[in-house]
């Protein structure tokens, strides 16, 4: 039997390792490519692309949550509002508690915000309900609400408007011969709102289409209130029909073009009220 050096720390001569006790680690029956190769990943590691669609998905539902039920930028294309909200006003809209946000048959049972008199609300078109309408608050439900020369009466009582304009000095009569647009624009009613129901009119009283042509906006309308401005750009009125992709591509660059000389930079942070 062969021996290894001893160990002589504590003077005596004990064979550290045998040879004959060693067993070879050799198994000349085992190929490479049979060998298993264990992931040495930490458990519950994702991939990179995997964390990515996780990441954009969760993006996703956040901003449609935020956007349904809390806030959301829009704008007034037209001149309906003016002065109070002017063409190219970008702001965002509270739409925490407004019914509309909500589905139709849960809408009774969920808490909703009240409505004043002289509040702005944006609610579904009339005509098109993907079109949000910006108007002000006139008369209220179980009120009576009245046109005459242009002023409007509340349950006999002028209403003191000071925020409103005329953009027209001619006032139409309700004669026969009058056309109906320019009737219903000057005098109009009078007529009871509904229970559940607002008379909405636009500040620019003779540029505003409204409760004078369409009628009455239900509560379960109304999807929000705007709060301030956090982008003004001087642009023109919104005109009806279909863009083609190069009409779009010109202004989206006319935008860009003149972003800093067309920007209202005085109205960013007005309140809308």
Do not use: C
């Not at 139709?104 to 079109?131: E, M, Q, W």
Request: hydrophobic content about 40%; charged content about 25%; glycine content about 6%.
């Amino acid at each position: 039997m062969i021996e290894e050096p001893t160990s002589q720390l504590d003077g005596t001569e004990t064979p550290d390792v045998l040879l004959d006790e060693f067993v070879a680690f050799h198994r000349p029956d085992v190929r490479l490519d049979e060998l298993t190769v264990f992931n040495t990943l930490p458990s519950g590691h994702k991939g990179a692309f995997r964390e990515w669609i996780e990441s954009l998905a969760f993006t996703i539902i956040f901003v449609l949550v935020f956007t349904s039920y809390v806030a959301q930028a829009t704008q007034v294309p037209t001149e309906s509002m003016k002065p109070t909200i002017l063409v190219g006003d970008h702001f965002f809209l509270d739409k925490i508690a407004f019914p509309a946000n909500y589905p139709a048959a849960v809408r009774a049972y969920l808490p909703h915000r009240s409505v004043k008199r002289l509040d702005i609300v944006a609610f579904k078109s009339p005509t098109d309900g993907n079109i949000p309408f910006v108007k002000r608050v006139i008369g209220l439900p179980g009120e009576t609400v009245e046109v005459r020369d242009k002023a409007v009466y509340i349950n006999g009582t002028k209403l003191d408007e000071p925020y409103k304009i005329h953009v027209d000095s001619t006032t139409y009569s309700s004669d026969p011969w009058t056309p109906e647009e320019l009737k219903v624009r000057d005098n109009y009613g009078p007529i009871t709102v509904p229970a559940n129901h607002y008379f909405v009119m636009g500040d620019n009283r003779d540029n505003s289409n409204d409760s004078r042509y369409w009628g009455f906006v239900k509560w379960d309308e109304i999807i929000g209130k705007p709060l301030f401005v956090y982008w003004s750009y001087e642009s023109d009125p919104y005109v009806p029909g279909d863009k083609t992709l190069r009409e779009w591509v010109d202004d989206y660059l006319l935008v860009a073009m003149h972003f800093f000389d067309r920007t209202r930079w005085f109205r960013i942070g007005t309140m809308v009220d």
